[in-house]
């Protein structure tokens, strides 16, 4: 093991609190979120069980980054939204696209900062030439 994966290797949690491991040497019981995810799985009210340490010399955050790892064992399926949650959904998305002024559906999302469509906000002459604030 290298000296700098050594440095992250404490799987009894002694040295940072939680059992830790370096990149690619956690158990295979212990995921991310984002791998309990795409396995259609949620954590399930457990707490952070493990971390992964490694160095990132990632441009504008250097430094030690972190991923908390969630024991699989103790996972659940994630919850599927009702139809009636659904429909609420899609009434909610629909109201965000309307436009107060003119009351027509914009087919996008109208920003919060004009609170109405761009035609009636800037006027069609001015819109997709406005420029980023």
Not at 16 to 29: E, F, I, K, N, V
């Amino acid at each position: 093991m290298s000296r700098i994966r050594a440095r992250f290797w404490d799987p009894a949690g002694e040295k940072y609190g939680l059992p830790t491991y370096p990149w690619q040497m956690a158990p295979a019981h212990l995921l991310t979120l984002r791998q309990l995810t795409a396995r259609g799985l949620r954590p399930g009210g457990q707490g952070v069980q493990a971390q992964i340490l490694w160095r990132s010399r990632r441009h504008g955050a250097p430094g030690v980054r972190a991923a908390y790892l969630y024991d699989v064992r103790f996972a659940l399926p994630k919850r599927t939204a009702s139809p009636a949650q659904l429909e609420a959904l899609g009434k909610a998305n629909a109201a965000r696209r309307r436009c107060t002024e003119c009351g027509t559906d914009a087919g996008y999302v109208i920003p919060r900062r004009y609170g109405m469509c761009l035609d009636c906000a800037l006027g069609p002459e001015q819109v997709g030439t406005e420029v980023a604030a």
